[in-house]
């Protein structure tokens, strides 16, 4: 078992940046490639970033690109999301996952965050 905890949510206006980070407990953190994904109201769970394993490579949503920087510290077990130029369809919770693989696939994270609140005003 791995648990995911996620941290740094909040309320900013557009343009403004925020910073989420998830702590893992349990198996081996490296083991697992890390995901951010989000879902808004009414809209299904949506991939946001991940990294591998070791960190070497990363992917982005085509939304986000550009804004948003994702990244691990394995010696402390976190994964952070930083978000910049932050926009008003940006709103939702975010959760973090990790998975056996790296994937944009959120059928393939075992585990999962509760969730952190993003609420973006323009």
């Known amino acids: 078992q791995v648990q995911l905890v996620e941290s740094g949510g909040g309320s900013v206006q557009a343009g403004g940046s925020l910073r989420l980070s998830c702590t893992a407990s349990?198996?081996?953190?490296?083991?697992?490639?890390m995901g951010w994904f989000r879902q808004a109201p009414g809209k299904e769970r949506e991939v946001v970033a991940g990294?591998?394993?070791?960190?070497?490579?990363?992917f982005y949503a085509d939304s986000v690109k550009g804004r948003f920087t994702i990244s691990r510290d394995n010696a402390k077990n976190t994964v952070n999301l930083q978000m910049n130029s932050l926009k008003p369809e940006d709103t939702a919770v975010y959760f973090c996952?990790?998975?056996?693989?790296?994937?944009?696939?959120?059928?393939?994270?075992?585990?999962w965050g509760q969730g952190t609140q993003v609420t973006v005003s323009s």
């Open positions: 990294i591998t394993m070791d960190g070497t490579r990363t």
């Open positions: 349990g198996r081996t953190f490296s083991n697992y490639a």
């Open positions: 996952a990790a998975a056996l693989i790296p994937t944009t696939n959120k059928n393939a994270y075992n585990y």
